[in-house]
Structure formats: structure tokens, C-alpha cells
């Protein structure tokens, strides 16, 4: 079965310019979750689907990032203008939704702002 | 203020040893607890979980324990091999609002010696 797929796995961009990150989650799975892997502050989730709505988007860090899902097998992250403190990996996971569900995460895509 | 500690950032293993990884937890709301293991340049992969109303989990080789009294998780690996050399996170879920959120510990890179 495959799993969750994150495309691009890299992105290097120059401050000021819209970085688009995609994924694919895991079919069948309701539940999905976008994180920020930084050194300083580790693994944080930034925004949480259930069911394609968008149900906690707490953890954005600002105006600047938004991200949709459009349907049950496609998401986006996008963030517009990028700067360099935005560098990081980001990963999406997906799971199903309630009771001992496991997140299953993908690759991430590790995302350099010059 | 850090919910999931994972006070070791290493440990060193000889191979077919047993390796004993550490995490604590301060929110009593926890009521499951995962294990992940990353590889460089890949997403964290599920391991092993354990619900808050079990004290041990076993998976082949892995083993998680749950001292909810000391809000204390280890996993052991027993015999450790060298493809278990990666980084280990502990992550945690609490009961109730906002139930889908995992909180992450820093990790612990495990290294096993051939």
C-alpha cells in the first residue's frame, strides 16, 4: 500500500517568492495533519483536516501560510511571501480518525529559503 | 514548558544488546502513547503504541512500557540490530478536546554497534 506522498522533496527559493508543498494521504483516511520540524522547537503541528475541513489551525505560524484540501486525497501548504526563517522540514501525516489511530507520516519536503 | 521529555539525545548500543529508550510526560491527560523511528531524509515511522490502560505492549523485538504513576514510557529493543540505528521519538496524545493532537519529544538517536 503506499503511504503518505509529499511532493517536493525539496525546495530551495528565494525569500519573497510563493512555495506550494503537496501531499497525498494514505486512502482511506479522514484525518489530516501538516508539521514543522525545526532544531530549535522539534516536531509541531501546524493545521489538522478531518473529513477535508480544516478543524484546528492553531499552530500556523502567521498570515502568510494557509493550506487547503480540496478533497479527500489532496492537500496543500502554501506560503506566500516565503522568508528564511521559514526553512524547515515539513511533513503531512494521515490517519483514520478515532480511537488508537496511529499518524503515518511522509518523507516531508525540506524547504531552504535563501 | 516541554509535556514529553526524552532526556537522552543519544545512546550507544552494541548489537544484540538491549536498548532501553526513556520518556517522560507531565500532562496526566495522556492517555496513548506512541514510538516513532526516523531514518535520515525520511518521515518518522510508526513503531509501537500503548493505551493508557495497558502497562506493556509487545511487537517482536519491541517492547513499550507505561508507569502511569511515574508518567514514565521506555521502549526496549531486544536484540538490538544495526538497522535500528535512528532516531526515536515518544509522542503523546491526551483524552478529550482537541484529542487528534500528538505531542512529540525531541528524539533520541540510537546508534547500534556492529
Redesign the interface.
Known sequence: DAGVIQSPRHEVTEMGQEVTLRCKPISGHNSLFWYRQTMMRGLELLIYFNNNVPIDDSGMPEDRFSAKMPNASFSTLKIQPSEPRDSAVYFCASSLEGGYQPQHFGDGTRLSIL | DQQVKQNSPSLSVQEGRISILNCDYTNSMFD?F?W?KKYP??????LI?I?SIKDKNEDGRFTVFLNKSAKHLSLHIVPSQPGDSAVY?CAARAIGA?S???T????TKLSVIP
Open positions: 496513548y506512541l516513532y531524509a525520511e518521515g518518522p515511522t510508526f503504541s493505551s521519538f482537541g487528534y493532537q500528538l512529540f519529544g525531541k528524539g
